[in-house]
């Protein structure tokens, strides 16, 4: 049962546009999320987080969106960069653990 | 200074082996993972491990077990390795989880190959 949700597998993105990745859970006693970013043949990296009392946190070209009536976060990247190319992983820590989606695929065309 | 390392980073290897995997951190932290990402690249926990408390996810076979000889070290052992156990494996790190910040640090992944 997965817990963590990111619907989409892959998104592309033009250089300069905005990047719009998706994450749905469904445990309501999520109060903590984070996105990491994963390039080939490297372990995910830590990009952003947000707790459960904002809406709302932004880092430089990254800010993440938590709609928590929905269950819904989303990572905007604005503007997308050939470098941002990566694969994104929304998670969520719960008891001893940390809950992973699957990861979205982002890649950015010059 | 990498802050999570792993070695081997690659390791192919035969049916019914035992191999280990070590894993090192230099963060101060308290709590370690194994994380195993699988052929349709899910990131599910194996093992969360602090000085106390060891959680094992009940769905890992018992060929596997952590060994931590001391808090900066977590090792995965692998007893009669089975082609099925064919992934990457990602040790990580964090400070201990209830403290509303948790961030866990990974290392580089461990690519393991079972022939």
């Known amino acids: 049962d997965q817990q963590v949700k990111q619907n989409s597998p892959s998104l592309s993105v033009q250089e300069g546009r905005i990047s719009i990745l998706n994450c749905d859970y469904t445990n309501s006693m999520f109060d903590y999320f984070l996105w990491y970013k994963k390039y080939p043949a490297e372990g995910p990296t830590f990009l952003i987080s947000?707790?459960?009392?904002?809406d709302k946190n932004e880092d430089g070209r990254f800010t993440v969106f938590l709609n928590k009536s929905a269950k819904h976060l989303s990572l905007h990247i604005v503007p997308s960069q050939p470098g941002d190319s990566a694969v994104y992983f929304c998670a969520a820590p719960y008891g001893q653990n940390f809950v992973f989606g699957p990861g979205t695929r982002l890649s950015v065309l010059p | 200074d990498t802050a999570v390392s792993q070695t081997p980073k690659y390791l192919v290897t035969q049916m019914g082996n035992d191999k280990s995997i070590k894993c090192e951190q230099n963060?101060?932290?308290?709590?370690m993972y194994w994380y195993k990402q699988d052929s349709k690249k899910f990131l599910k926990i194996m093992f969360s491990y602090n000085n106390k408390e060891l959680i094992i996810n009940e769905t890992v076979p018992n060929r596997f077990s952590p060994k931590s000889p001391d808090k900066a070290h977590l090792n995965l052992h692998i007893n009669s390795l089975e082609l099925g156990d064919s992934a990457v494996y990602f040790c990580a790190s964090s400070l201990p989880l209830g403290g509303g910040q948790e961030t866990q640090y990974f290392g580089p992944g461990t690519r393991l190959l079972v022939l």
């Open positions: 947000i707790s459960s009392i904002k």
């Open positions: 963060l101060g932290h308290d709590t």
